[in-house]
């Protein structure tokens, strides 16, 4: 297996993820309630298995020694997109805790939960598209 390919891997356990993650903002969305359960276990997934697992992996080993090649102007551009990415990521999952928290005292509608969820819904799909298609294969080279 190339280096890639556990990164790969993890990208299919985060689109399993994601489709969970859209059902439930459907049901918020339709019924104005949300499965507290659910937002619970989709914070933590990302917290743990994506924040501290998959991206620090990226991060701190994928990136650190792709710096240290001779990289294109676009190679450096293109991590640099993805660290922020990863950046934001972490910061719209913590939204997404402190808007739950809220929600789960009662001092906030479930539609709190609406724009960090579908945030995240819509930011993963491209990131991982990026990644697998038009950075991973590139830069293994």
Do not use: W
């Not at 969970?20 to 937002?39: A, D, P, R």
């Not at 724009?115 to 080279?141: R, W």
């Amino acid at each position: 297996m190339r280096p890639i390919g556990s990164l790969m891997v993890e990208h299919r356990v985060i689109e399993r993820m994601l489709g969970l993650l859209k059902h439930e903002l459907t049901m918020i969305i339709e019924q104005g309630k949300t499965n507290g359960i659910v937002i619970d276990v989709g914070i933590d997934f990302f917290s743990t298995y994506v924040a501290k697992f998959h991206h620090r992996k990226e991060e701190e080993i994928l990136f650190r020694e792709l710096e240290k090649k001779p990289l294109s102007e676009e190679d450096k551009q293109f991590i640099d997109d993805l660290i922020k990415e990863h950046v934001f990521s972490r910061d719209t999952v913590e939204e997404l805790r402190n808007a739950h928290e809220r929600c789960a005292t009662g001092t906030k509608s479930p539609d709190e939960i609406v724009k960090p969820l579908e945030a995240i819904i819509k930011l993963y799909p491209l990131h991982i598209e990026k990644e697998d298609s038009h950075f991973f294969f590139q830069t293994m080279e």
